[in-house]
């Protein structure tokens, strides 16, 4: 009472008493996260949310974005059934919106047997993301080039439509194109990067795929 509210906020405060909500509780965290810094303390340097690589993160950001990171990851994990993961069939992971692999790198390095899918829109964050895969792959400490990362001339509406395997992780992929355009069956899908519209759009995406 007496708080101006936007017009989707008044949207949402008209919904809200009519909604009833549902709850699923998700499978316990397996025994192999044993430890309050995982997974980041196992991964490569590359691969890491600290450093001082280009795009890494340092204190209280870092310490912020690692526990953002492993809450999602503790819940995909949960989420996997050992025995498929290990013997019958790959499960695929999809991560919209998945930028520069914050998340799909540290889920592809853990889920070996998984296949990891990373969709965005921008081809430079996915070119970087094949050149931090190298670099796990190699387990280097020194920064990444990305001076011929970054094609400023190339606009994000040019989208290649095309599905890249990682060298350096060949469980992980990037798609260079729009959620829409992403047409592949797939098991899991997450958006931690997604806003606005975006999430919508991915909620949908992932009930046309149950």
């Known amino acids: 009472k007496g708080v101006h509210l936007k017009a989707f906020e008044e949207v949402v405060a008209d919904l809200l ?48 974005k690692e526990g953002q990171l492993r809450s999602l990851l503790r819940c995909i994990v949960a989420m996997i059934p050992q025995k498929e993961a290990e013997h019958d069939r790959k499960i695929t992971i999809v991560d919209f919106c998945g930028g520069t692999g914050w998340l799909s790198i540290p889920l592809a390095l853990i889920l070996p047997h998984c296949e990891v899918i990373i969709v965005d829109l921008k081809a430079a964050s996915l070119n970087y993301v094949h050149k931090k895969a190298i670099q796990c792959s190699k387990d280097e400490t020194q920064s990444i080039d990305i001076g011929d990362v970054y094609d400023k001339g190339k606009h994000v509406t040019q989208h290649d439509l095309t599905k890249r395997q990682c060298k350096g992780i060949p469980n992980l992929y990037t798609f260079h194109g729009s959620i829409e355009t992403f047409n592949e069956d797939f098991d899991i899908g997450c958006a931690l990067h997604a806003c606005g519209e975006a999430s919508d759009i991915v909620l949908r995406k992932c009930g046309e795929h149950r």
């Open 17 to 64: 008493p009519t909604v009833r909500p549902s709850f699923h509780q998700l499978p316990h965290v397996p025994d192999t996260i044993q430890n309050d810094n995982w997974p980041f303390d196992e991964l490569p340097s590359a691969a890491r949310v600290s450093g001082k690589a280009p795009g890494q993160l340092s204190g209280k950001r870092a310490l912020r």
